[in-house]
Structure formats: C-alpha cells, structure tokens
T-cell receptor, first 113, second 115 residues
Framework: DTAVSQTPKYLVTQMGNDKSIKCEQNLGHDTMYWYKQDSKKFLKIMFSYNNKELIINETVPNRFSPKSPDKAHLNLHINSLELGDSAVYFC????????????FGPGTRLTVT | AQSVTQPDIHITVSEGASLELRCNYSYGATPYLFWYVQSPGQGLQLLLKYFSGDTLVQGIKGFEAEFKRSQSSFNLRKPSVHWSDAAEYFCAVGAKSGGYQKVTFGTGTKLQVIP
C-alpha cells in the first residue's frame, strides 16, 4: 500500500497555464505539507495543513493555492505558470503531536516551457 | 530560527569503505534532528532521528549518527558502504512553529559510490 501518493508524476506545460497536483495519504495523519525542490536539490517548505486548516504558509506567490478537501488530501493548484516554477514538488504527511518524521510522496516533476 | 548546514555537496567513496556525512545545525533549544535519504527519482525516506537520550542513534540500512551538542553536529556514518547507498542525503532540524512542527532541511550531500 502506498502511504503518500501524488499525481501526476510528471507534468509538462507551457507558461501561463494553470495546473494542479494531487496528494493523498493513507497513514491517518492530521498534518500534510507541500515542499518545492529546485534543480540544486534544495528542499523548501511551501505550505502545511492540519486537519484541513492552513498552519504554515511560507513566502510563496499567491499563484500557488493549496486546498485540503479532507485531512487525507492536500492538492496544489498553480495559476499562470512561470518558468521559475519548474521544480519537483513533494507532498508529505506527519502526525501532529510533537515533532515527528515526515512521510514523503514520490514527487511531481513540473516542467514549464 | 533553525538552520542546517551540510558542508559537503558531493562525496565519492569506494564500495566497502567507511562513510561520514557532516551536518551542523543552529537552534536555540534542544534540537530534533533527522537524516533522510533520497534515491534518484524518489521521495525522501527517514534513515534515523534524534530527539533525546542516547547521543548515538541507529537507523535503517546500517546507518548511525552521533549528536554532539558541543559541536552542534549530527554526523551520519556507515562502516561499509554498498553501491546501493548512492543517493542524496539530507540532514534536517525540527522545531515548533506556532504550536506545529516545522522542519528545515540542509542543502543535501550527494553520495557517489565507486566499485
């Protein structure tokens, strides 16, 4: 059973388009995250949700809008895609209590042309 | 705010040789420290973690790490590297932010294993 899954795995699109990435976890965790990994492998937190509520929102352009329909899902919608949005996007989840390990999805490689 | 430094961007070792990957952290209180591994095309997987107690922690795949408060370090070690260990390794520090956890990752060390 896949713990954290993301779709699609690859996404190639043109500048200006709008796209979404979906994430689902079956671990029963209350907290989910989106990370962006750039071409140099630097991993940076974008958003964190707890029980469908936004709790961490780093300095991310408001073209990025996360949505959590329930605590098992956290989707990422990106409007007006730019070349600089090309990266690998990882979804992760964790328990809420304390500071615990995070479980990562396989990533979505977004390429904007 | 917490931060993590991994001074080595790229390390090459021979198969069977020992390995040490360096990690230094900056955090005002007792840190929660992690090592994750990312194989090519994969997500991150936890190798080990330190929260408190014994400063030498054992992880999966034969890895261990030692927490040294005086040096603000949490170096990862393995006595004998296997070709399958070739991957990107991330050190991370966790802290509470507004009642919830926030994990900050280092920039990663890419491990190459040669026969």
């Amino acid at each position: 059973d896949t713990a954290v899954s993301q779709t699609p795995k690859y996404l190639v699109t043109q500048m200006g388009n709008d796209k979404s990435i979906k994430c689902e976890q079956n671990l029963g965790h209350d907290t989910m995250y989106w990370y962006k990994q750039d071409s140099k492998k630097f991993l940076k937190i974008m958003f964190s949700y707890n029980n469908k509520e936004l709790i961490i929102n780093e300095t991310v352009p408001n073209r990025f809008s996360p949505k959590s329909p329930d605590k098992a899902h956290l989707n990422l919608h990106i409007n007006s895609l730019e070349l600089g949005d090309s990266a690998v996007y990882f979804c992760a989840s964790s328990r809420t209590e304390g500071i615990t390990e995070q479980y990562f999805g396989p990533g979505t490689r977004l390429t904007v042309t | 705010a917490q931060s993590v430094t991994q001074p080595d961007i790229h390390i090459t070792v021979s198969e069977g040789a020992s390995l040490e990957l360096r990690c230094n952290y900056s955090y005002g209180a007792t840190p929660y420290l992690f090592w994750y591994v990312q194989s090519p095309g994969q997500g991150l997987q936890l190798l080990l973690k330190y929260f408190s107690g014994d400063t030498l922690v054992q992880g999966i795949k034969g890895f261990e790490a030692e927490f040294k408060r005086s040096q603000s370090s949490f170096n990862l070690r393995k006595p004998s590297v296997h070709w399958s260990d070739a991957a990107e390794y991330f050190c991370a520090v966790g802290a509470k932010s507004g009642g919830y956890q926030k994990v900050t990752f280092g920039t990663g060390t890419k491990l190459q294993v040669i026969p």
